[in-house]
């Protein structure tokens, strides 16, 4: 039994989905306000370069207008977009329901860092005003 548990403990996953959820929002439309998503994306993308928004059902909406703004804005340029759907249990023992998901994988824009580098400049100075 040792052998067993010493194979499990050394068990090494490179699984190359694995090491993208790092980067990964699972948006709610209901959880959260939107601005509060826009602004974890750029947290998001400051640190990986690149970040995926992930939702389910209704959320799907939400998602697309926190990439729409990201992109209107300048931060972000669109990589991919993925849609499928999901067999999901509403009720234990229920039977399930499929619902739509939609995976948007941004990237930072060229002028990425200069934008942000200005908005933070720009609070300061509103900062400093009042």
Known sequence: ??????????????????????????????????????????????????????????????????????????LAVEKKITTSTVDIREETGGRPVQKAKIEILLGKSEKFDELMAAAEEEAINNEEQS
């Open 1 to 74: 039994m040792e052998v067993i548990t010493e194979g499990v403990n050394n068990i090494n996953i490179s699984d190359a989905s694995a090491a993208s959820k790092k980067n990964r929002i699972q948006v709610s439309n209901t959880k959260k306000p939107l601005f509060f998503y826009v602004n974890l994306a750029k947290r998001y993308m400051q640190q990986h370069n690149e970040v995926e928004l992930s939702a389910l059902g209704m959320a799907i909406a939400t998602v697309v207008t926190i990439a729409e703004i990201l992109k209107n804005n300048g």
